[in-house]
């Protein structure tokens, strides 16, 4: 049996990665108070994030789907391997609890980055060479992901909070509109190199 330390895949390698979803088109993210599943975005923000809380039910059901929409975005990256959700930023554009952003962008910090695959085909059948773009196809198929699930919403007509079935659908892109709408970057791609018993890197 060799001695020595062994590496592998299980060993902890981190890797961080910086998103950005841009949703500044209202054809791929609609904004209005509607009831239609596909309103909210995404974001991280729940309606007592908020002074104002949203007016109308609509307004709450569309708080509560973007809240859906990011859960189902970690719930697809913590599927790849063990992570960190961090550096959490949502544009100034959500100033209250009707308002939608525009643009939203975190930090994941894979612990072993060597799970997560470099190669396959995206949603929109493009070719996938890297992690980043792995990740960034898991981040548009969690956006597309059409879930139903019961969640808080506040209700602004009746001003109180209730416990309703919620349902998210993708929103008005296609499958390749939505991934054009998702950047991802290796934020940390420093190497560990080591030296021999003279000091110089091998």
Do not use: W
């Amino acid at each position: 049996m060799p001695s020595g330390f062994q590496q592998n895949i299980n060993q902890l390698a981190p890797g961080m990665y910086r998103a950005v979803i841009t949703m500044t088109s209202t054809t791929y993210y609609p904004t209005t108070g509607g009831a239609e599943n596909d309103r909210g975005g995404v974001t991280p923000n729940s309606s007592d994030s908020f002074a104002t809380l949203p007016t109308t039910l609509a307004y709450g059901q569309n708080r509560a789907r973007g809240n859906m929409r990011f859960r189902n975005i970690v719930n697809a990256l913590t599927g790849l391997a063990d992570c960190q959700i961090m550096d959490i930023e949502v544009d100034s554009d959500e100033t209250n609890g009707n308002s939608q952003a525009t643009t939203l962008a975190f930090t994941v910090r894979f612990e072993r980055d060597d799970f997560i695959p470099s190669t396959g085909t995206d949603i929109a059948g493009g070719s996938i060479t890297t992690k980043a773009l792995y990740i960034k196809n898991e981040i548009a198929k969690a956006i597309r992901l059409e879930t139903t699930a019961n969640a808080r919403v506040y209700n602004g007509t009746a001003g109180i909070d209730s416990q309703l079935p919620i349902t998210v659908t993708h929103t008005g892109a296609t499958a390749s509109q939505t991934l054009g709408t998702v950047g991802v970057n290796l934020i940390d791609g420093t190497e560990l190199i080591t030296a021999d018993s003279s000091g110089d890197a091998e």
